[in-house]
């Protein structure tokens, strides 16, 4: 878990230098929505 949000930061950093303040956290919450949806899909497919 540690991993994952030193990952965050860094890719929030690079993001927020490379394309401004605005548009790196709606890519990183975007991510994380994402990657939330397909765990949940996972687990209900496991349940079945």
């Given at each position: 878990?540690?991993s994952?949000?030193?990952?965050?930061?860094?890719?929030?950093?690079?993001?927020?230098?490379?394309l401004?303040?605005?548009?790196?956290?709606?890519?990183?919450?975007?991510?994380?929505?994402?990657?939330?949806?397909?765990?949940?899909?996972?687990?209900?497919?496991?349940?079945?």
């Amino acid at each position: 878990m540690t991993s994952l949000a030193f990952f965050t930061i860094a890719a929030y950093r690079a993001l927020s230098h490379s394309l401004g303040d605005v548009v790196a956290p709606v890519i990183v919450g975007g991510a994380y929505f994402v990657l939330s949806l397909i765990t949940l899909l996972v687990v209900q497919f496991k349940r079945r």
